[in-house]
């Protein structure tokens, strides 16, 4: 693959749709969070005034009541009971008039037109001032009666419902600006949480389409302690296909990466090398070509499978073409002793006496010779003591 070679495309339908309303979101967040600013300050200013208000409501509201009580009712009494007295006096200054009139005009034996007309005037003028009388008569047991208890309870309760709206506005007022405050402050987190959500789908966004970051090489599956493994992940590879969750579906290797040798020896195998030990890789199929390799590293304690995993370096030929994941020999000499007797390690037996091998003797027969061992590897071992070279062993 080049560099910039799309190596994954996933479908982006649905987080591109995610991204769409958290954007949305966080501009109407942003506008919320602005007039909720905005009417913080607009009621932090005005709470002092409406309380004030409501102080001097509820003040007003009680020095009425408090007046009326003292002053105001006694005076609307002591009014109405002068309105009904002035027209009582009317009324009876009138009826003395008429009495003088119609005594004044019954002494002549003739009544003149004129005195008639007077006569009935003043008639006229001690009926209305009855009919006044009864009215006020009516007005004064109305003042006493009705109106001014009415306007005691409508004062009562003013400056009951006042000095509520008072005792109401003192909690629920500067209760308003602490829930403000906590609204601003849930708007923010909430505004601070979408964009770090926001931040966040833009980071997965860029990775729904994943590029060849160098000129290299890209591998279905894994490559794991230097084997490639497939498997499975491969039928899900293809257009249309599920990416696996929780699983390595493919390897990417740049071009520059230098080659490393890996070998899993087994544990004998393992406890004659040594770092700096040098041997040969092979390549199958090029088994002309020995590539000088080096024991970089060997792991101490065994890997679950009991190998020990080791690392080589190689000096590789310009003429061979090698990539990752390829399987080599690696040939590596730990021990050497020209005049070493070896036996197939299977011709060891273990028993009373120690280690023996089955010998074949002159007149055909067989014995069991206890023998030392040396170093020993899955093939062979060396025998320090108890043979003798050109002895015939028998192998089981």
Known sequence: MKKGDAILVFETQDIDRKLADTKQAIATSTLNLAQAELDFAAL??????????????????????????????????????????????????????????????????????????????????????????????????????????????????????????????????????????????????????????????????????????????????????????????????????????????????????KPLLQAFPNQATARVLAVGAEGVAIVPGREDIAIPVSLKSIAATPAPDLTHPATFTATWPENLSTVPGQSLQIRVVSHNNDKAITVPTKALNYGPKGWTVEVKLADGKTENRPVTRGRSDEENTEITAGLEAGQVVIVP
């Not at 009516?138 to 709206?165: F, G, K, M, Y």
């Open 44 to 257: 932090e200013k005005n709470v002092p005034e409406q309380l004030a208000r409501l102080e001097r409501a509820a003040a007003v509201a009680a020095e009425e009541l408090e007046h009326f009580n003292k002053t105001a009712r006694k005076s609307a009494e002591e009014s109405a009971g002068f309105d009904l007295k002035r027209r009582e006096q009317i009324l009876a200054s009138f009826k003395e008039e008429l009495k003088q009139l119609t005594k004044m005009y019954a002494a002549d034996d003739i009544t003149e037109e004129t005195e008639e007309i007077i006569l009935q005037k003043q008639l006229d003028a001690v009926e209305a001032a009855e009919f006044a009388l009864r009215m006020e008569i009516l007005n004064h047991q109305r003042t006493i009666e009705v109106s001014l208890p009415r306007q005691l309870t409508a004062l009562t309760e003013r400056r009951d419902d006042t000095a509520l709206s008072l005792d109401k506005g003192t909690k629920d007022l500067p209760r308003s600006v602490e829930l403000k405050k906590l609204e601003i402050a849930a708007l923010r987190t909430g505004l601070e949480r979408d964009g770090k959500t926001l931040a966040d789908l833009q980071k997965d966004r860029a990775l729904f389409e994943i590029k060849a970051p160098a000129d290299g090489l890209f591998y279905h599956g894994s490559i794991e302690d230097g084997k490639w493994t497939a498997g499975e992940t491969i039928k899900t590879l293809q257009p249309g296909g599920a990416a696996p969750l929780g699983k390595t579906f493919a390897t990417f290797i740049p071009s520059t990466a």
